[in-house]
C-alpha cells in the first residue's frame, strides 16, 4: 500500500498514475482536501483504495502500519503569495515533522517535497547540499520556501546528531515543473498553462518586462522541468532503497520564458506573439531572474535518464492534454 498525501493535486496526482501503472497489484492510497474545485477531476480515472481527509491520516496510518510500503509527501500549502505564516507553518512543517516520525518509527520510506524556493535569490547557488552549514546560508524569499527549508534544517541536524531516521528517505527540492493536472491552481499554475489559453485564441500572451539589465525582455531564466521526469525522479529512488539524500529535481539546464511561450505557440503550429508588460512593483524587489538547479547529486546517486526538453515537454503538454476536451491525466 502506497499513501501519496497531497494525491489529489499536481505533482501528487502524477505520482498516483505513475503509481496505478507501475505496480498494479498495489493498494493506493490518497490523502487531501478535495473542496469544491476541480480536484477531484485530477484523479478520477485512478482505482484508488481509499481517499482519506488529513485530520484522518494518522489514525489510518495507525491502522494499516503493517502494510504501508512508502509514503509520498507532496502535500503541502504550496502558494508562494499566501501569507498566513502560521497557517503555512502548521501544514507544511508541524505536518512534516509528524509524518517522518511516524515513517521513523515504523520503518516507512519517507518521500517528501521540499522546493527550489528555499534558495531564495540564489545568491549561494542551487547545489542540494544537506550540511548544517549550507542550508544556514540560505534565505527564502517567502513564507512557503521559509517552511520547506526548515524541515530541510531538522532533517540536517537529525542527520548531524546521528538520530534515527525512516529506512529511506528523499527530500525533494522541485524547480518549475509544468504538466497536466494543474488546472486547480490558479494564478500559481505554470506559465505553459497561463500562455496556452492566450496562444490557442491566437493572440498575444504577456510575459514581464525585464528591469534587470543584464537580461533582455523575455530572457529572464527558470528550470522548467516536465512533470513526468519529475515522477520518473521520485519513483526511481523509491525502487533504490539505499539512496538516500536532498536533491534537486529539475533539468539542469536554464531557458528563457520567452522560450516557453515560443514552445507553447510552436505546439500550436503559430509563430509566437509576445507582448512584454512591467513586472508588478510589489513582487519586483524579489523578483528572480535567473534559476537553475544543479543535478551533480542526483547523478551521481546513479540516475541516468534523460530529462526531457523544454520543446518535447510543452508538445506534449499542449498536444495531448490542453487541447482535449478532456485534458486531465
Not at 552549514?133 to 540560505?138: I, R, T
Not at 506559465?191 to 489559453?197: G, I, R, T
Not at 526538453?309 to 476536451?325: A, C, I, N, P
Amino acid at each position: 500500500m502506497f499513501l501519496v498525501t497531497g494525491g489529489a493535486g499536481f505533482i501528487g496526482s502524477n505520482i498516483v498514475a505513475s503509481l496505478e501503472e507501475r505496480y498494479p497489484e498495489e493498494k493506493i492510497v490518497v490523502c487531501d482536501r478535495l473542496r469544491d474545485g476541480v480536484k477531484w477531476q485530477n484523479i478520477a480515472k485512478r482505482d484508488l483504495y481509499d481517499i482519506i481527509h488529513p485530520d484522518a491520516c494518522f489514525e489510518f496510518l495507525d491502522q494499516y502500519a503493517d502494510d504501508i510500503k512508502a509514503i509520498f509527501h507532496m502535500g503541502a500549502i504550496s502558494a508562494t503569495t499566501e501569507t498566513d505564516a502560521d497557517k503555512i507553518l502548521e501544514n507544511n512543517f508541524h505536518l512534516t515533522t509528524a509524518l517522518w516520525d511516524w515513517c521513523t518509527e515504523n520503518d516507512v520510506p519517507f518521500i517528501y517535497a521540499s522546493s527550489a524556493a528555499t534558495y531564495g535569490d540564489g545568491e549561494h547557488g542551487f547545489s542540494d547540499f544537506q550540511d548544517r552549514k549550507s542550508l544556514s546560508a540560505l534565505r527564502p524569499l517567502n513564507a512557503y520556501g521559509w517552511s520547506k527549508h526548515l524541515f530541510d534544517r531538522t532533517v540536517a541536524r537529525s542527520l548531524e546528531e546521528k538520530s534515527t531516521t525512516p529506512p529511506q528517505w528523499a527530500g525533494l527540492k522541485f524547480f518549475n515543473v509544468y504538466g497536466p493536472n494543474e488546472y486547480h491552481k490558479g494564478g500559481q499554475k505554470s506559465v505553459v498553462a497561463h500562455v496556452f489559453p492566450q496562444a490557442q485564441a491566437r493572440g498575444p500572451c504577456k510575459l514581464f518586462q525585464s528591469h534587470h539589465p543584464d537580461y533582455d525582455h523575455g530572457g529572464q531564466l527558470r528550470d522548467f522541468v516536465w512533470v513526468g521526469d519529475v515522477v520518473n525522479v521520485m519513483l526511481w529512488i523509491y525502487e533504490h532503497p539505499k539512496v538516500s539524500g536532498l536533491f534537486n529535481i529539475g533539468t539542469g539546464q536554464a531557458r528563457s520564458f520567452k522560450d516557453l511561450a515560443t514552445a507553447v505557440y510552436t505546439a500550436l503550429g503559430q509563430d509566437a506573439q509576445i507582448e512584454y508588460v512591467p513586472t508588478p512593483e510589489n513582487i519586483r524587489d524579489k523578483y528572480q531572474y535567473f534559476t537553475e538547479a544543479n543535478m551533480e547529486k542526483l547523478r551521481n546517486a546513479g540516475y541516468d535518464q534523460p530529462f526531457t526538453s523544454l520543446e518535447e515537454g510543452v508538445r506534449q503538454y499542449v498536444q495531448d492534454y490542453l487541447t482535449k476536451d478532456d485534458p486531465f491525466k
